[in-house]
């Protein structure tokens, strides 16, 4: 594989500061793409900014450096890009692919997650209303590089997904699917935790005649209680003089095994080793990873 045929990306979201789990999924991504010379793009996803943390963006930007990560072309954010996003909504609801929903949350209790087409047919107004995408009555899958064969039937399993919210901000499906395709984006290398979402994402691409990237999904770092580490449950921001250290336990949840000579190396060195190492083959085929058991 060489270099034009292969464009990752990394798109933190600035709801927190970059955390040890968000540094294994950039860690990932970023060794996948430059193992075969390809480019590693950076795009925040800015799409909900009440959840947005003041200073987070500057944060990561500058955690992602100092950590000796170097991305390719500008930085895109997602808040540039709302006229497309609305455009492709008003197209879909012309064609009849979308519709609006004034369903509330309680409304929805006890429907597990999967919604039950209340709005479908009741031709609501778009003002004041969520907007969700219809979906078929098939099942999608794919074949993730770590993870294996996923599948999962979008009407039994999730129903009519949301594309814009009541509020009025944007999906994180549908920006996703549109900016991954807008930047050619080849290798979609992210966290676990958006395996279920992938299958929405296809029916999507297909949708909209986009191309379908290849898809690695990475074990998702836990902490001690159980949780996701992540955004949600206020994980520390990674600190930077611990660059080294933490990189080599990132590599170590990856599988990749790193030599004791590089304890003491510098970030970009490391990296650099990592690079040549890099063997996406040994990533655990799991969907979540103990943070204990990496220290």
């Not at 100092?66 to 008003?90: C, K, M, N």
Request: hydrophobic share 40%; with cysteine; aromatic share 8%.
């Amino acid at each position: 594989m060489n270099a034009p045929s292969y464009i990752g990306r990394f798109a933190p979201t600035p709801s927190g500061y970059l955390h040890f789990g968000s540094l294994v999924a950039a860690l990932a991504s970023y060794l996948d793409a430059r193992a075969v010379g390809g480019r590693w793009l950076l795009r925040i996803e800015d799409l909900d900014p009440p959840r947005e943390v003041p200073g987070a963006q500057d944060a990561i930007l500058k955690t992602l450096e100092t950590y000796g990560f170097e991305w390719d072309g500008e930085l895109v954010r997602q808040s540039q890009r709302h006229a497309e996003y609305a455009a492709l909504i008003e197209r879909l609801l012309d064609q009849g692919l979308a519709y609006a929903c004034t369903c509330s949350r309680k409304q929805l209790e006890g429907y597990h997650g999967i919604y039950p087409g209340f709005c479908r047919e009741a031709g609501h107004a778009t003002h004041d209303a969520a907007i969700r995408l219809r979906v078929p009555n098939a099942a999608y899958h794919f074949n993730d590089r770590v993870q294996g064969e996923y599948r999962q039937h979008l009407n039994q399993e999730v129903g009519d997904f949301v594309i814009r919210r009541r509020d009025g901000l944007f999906a994180y499906q549908l920006a996703v699917v549109l900016d991954d395709a807008w930047q050619g984006i080849t290798d979609v290398v992210r966290g676990a935790d958006l395996l279920d979402s992938t299958p929405r994402q296809l029916y999507l691409q297909e949708l909209l005649g986009l191309p379908q990237p290849r898809y690695l999904h990475v074990p998702l770092i836990l902490q001690p209680d159980g949780h996701k580490l992540g955004k949600s449950y206020r994980s520390p921001p990674l600190p930077a003089d611990q660059a080294t250290a933490l990189l080599i336990r990132g590599l170590h949840a990856l599988g990749q095994r790193v030599p004791s000579e590089l304890e003491e190396a510098r970030a970009p060195e490391l990296l650099s080793w990592a690079t040549r190492h890099w063997d996406a083959g040994l990533i655990p085929c799991r969907r979540t990873l103990d943070e204990a058991q990496l220290r």
